[in-house]
Nanobody, 118 residues
Framework: QVHLVESGGGLVQAGTSLRLSCAAS????????MGWWRQGPGKERELVAD??????SYADFAKGRFAISRDSAKNMVYLQMNSLKPEDTAVYYC?????????????WGQGTQVTVSS
């Protein structure tokens, strides 16, 4: 069983920055691929970024503004968000999957709210 706990969300002004953190437990960092998804008001969940086989990928809206990183020794994953826009307002979820598994991310945290004011 993999457990994920997000933190770092809050209310910020447009143009500012925020860093989200995710603490993983249950499996070692070497056994997991990690990522971030989000769900805005009235919208479906969408991929923000992930780290798979030490390579990072980003949604178009995140490129150039967001950065995903890991601290494997602490089994932590981070999402640095810069130049935030009101449309970034959403619940952000940390996600994980076993590297040996085929398919999407199986494990989800409970989310952290990010609200960006204009």
């Amino acid at each position: 069983q993999v457990h994920l706990v997000e933190s770092g969300g809050g209310l910020v002004q447009a143009g500012t920055s925020l860093r989200l953190s995710c603490a993983a437990s249950g499996r070692p960092a070497t056994d997991l691929d990690m990522g971030w998804w989000r769900q805005g008001p009235g919208k479906e969940r969408e991929l923000v970024a992930d780290i798979v086989s030490e390579s990072t990928s980003y949604a178009d809206f995140a490129k150039g503004r967001f950065a995903i990183s890991r601290d494997s020794a602490k089994n932590m994953v981070y999402l640095q968000m810069n130049s935030l826009k009101p449309e970034d307002t959403a619940v952000y979820y940390c996600v994980a999957r076993r590297r040996s598994e085929v398919g999407g991310f199986k494990y989800w945290g409970q989310g952290t709210q990010v609200t960006v004011s204009s």
